[in-house]
C-alpha cells in the first residue's frame, strides 16, 4: 500500500511538474521500495547519484564527440566497461550506482543521438523524474507506518548469535564427521549477511544508532571468522 501510495503521488506530481517522462518517476518508486526506511534512503541516494554521474558523462560525451561516431562509440563503450567493473569491486548500492552511471549515459546519449542539441534537455527530464519518484517514496516510507532497521537490530544480532554458537557446538560435538555442515554453513553465512544489511541500513536512519551499527558490524565479523575456523577445528578433532 505504501509503494502504491508513494508511486501515485510521483505520477501526479511529474504531471503536474510537465515533466517529459513522468513514468520514469512512478517506476523509480517502484524500484526503490524496500521494507525499511534505511534501505530505501540508502537506494534512493545512490540512484540520485549514478543518475547525476551519468547524466554528466552524456552531456561531456555528446559535447565533444557528437559529430565524430568512432569516437563516440569508443568512449561511450569504454564508459560502460569501466561503470561494469567498478561494480564488480563494489558493494550493495554502490554498485547499484556504478551500474546506473552506465545506463543513463546509454539512455540520454543514444536518445540524442539524432539531435544533440536535445541531450541536455533529455538528462534534465530523467534527473528531475526520478528525483520526484525518489522525494516521493522516502516521504511517504518516512510517514505512512515507518519500519527501521533500528529496532530490528538488537533482536536479530542475539538471534543470529544463538544460532552461530549453537551450529558450531553441534558441528565439534555431535557432528564430527562434518555431514550437514555445509549446509547450516550456508544457511548462517546468509544470515550474517541480512544482519551485516541491518547494521547499514539502520546507521543510515539516524545517526544515534551509528554507534549500534558499527558494533553489529563488528559481531558479524567476528562470527563469520568462527565459521570459517570450525572446519580448521572439526579436522583437528
Request: net charge positive.
Amino acid at each position: 500500500m505504501r509503494t502504491a501510495v508513494a508511486a501515485l503521488l510521483a505520477l501526479y506530481l511529474a504531471y503536474a511538474l510537465q515533466l517529459e517522462s513522468p513514468q520514469t518517476a512512478a517506476v523509480t518508486v517502484l524500484i526503490v521500495s524496500h521494507p525499511m526506511s534505511g534501505a530505501v534512503i540508502a537506494k534512493s541516494v545512490w540512484r540520485i547519484a549514478g543518475t547525476l554521474v551519468g547524466a554528466a558523462a552524456a552531456l561531456a560525451l555528446m559535447a565533444g564527440f557528437g559529430q565524430s561516431p568512432e569516437a563516440f562509440l569508443l568512449l561511450y563503450s569504454l564508459w560502460l566497461a569501466g561503470c561494469v567493473a567498478l561494480a564488480t569491486r563494489l558493494r550493495r548500492f554502490r554498485s547499484y550506482a556504478a551500474v546506473l552511471a552506465g545506463y543513463t549515459l546509454a539512455l540520454v546519449a543514444l536518445g540524442a543521438v539524432d539531435d544533440p542539441l536535445r541531450t541536455f534537455d533529455i538528462a534534465a527530464a530523467r534527473v528531475a523524474a526520478i528525483v520526484v519518484g525518489v522525494l516521493a517514496k522516502m516521504t511517504v516510507s518516512g510517514i505512512v507506518w515507518p519500519v527501521t532497521a533500528a529496532r530490528r537490530l538488537d533482536s536479530r544480532v542475539g538471534r543470529v548469535t544463538a544460532a552461530v554458537t549453537g551450529a558450531l557446538a553441534q558441528d565439534l560435538t555431535q557432528d564430527l564427521a562434518g555431514a550437514g555442515a555445509p549446509g547450516r554453513h550456508r544457511d548462517l553465512l546468509a544470515e550474517l549477511q541480512g544482519l551485516d544489511d541491518l547494521a547499514t541500513y539502520a546507521a543510515v536512519e539516524s545517526v544515534a544508532f551509528r554507534r549500534q551499527a558499527d558494533g553489529a558490524r563488528v559481531a558479524a565479523a567476528a562470527l563469520f571468522g568462527l565459521l570459517a575456523r570450525v572446519d580448521a577445528a572439526r579436522r583437528a578433532l
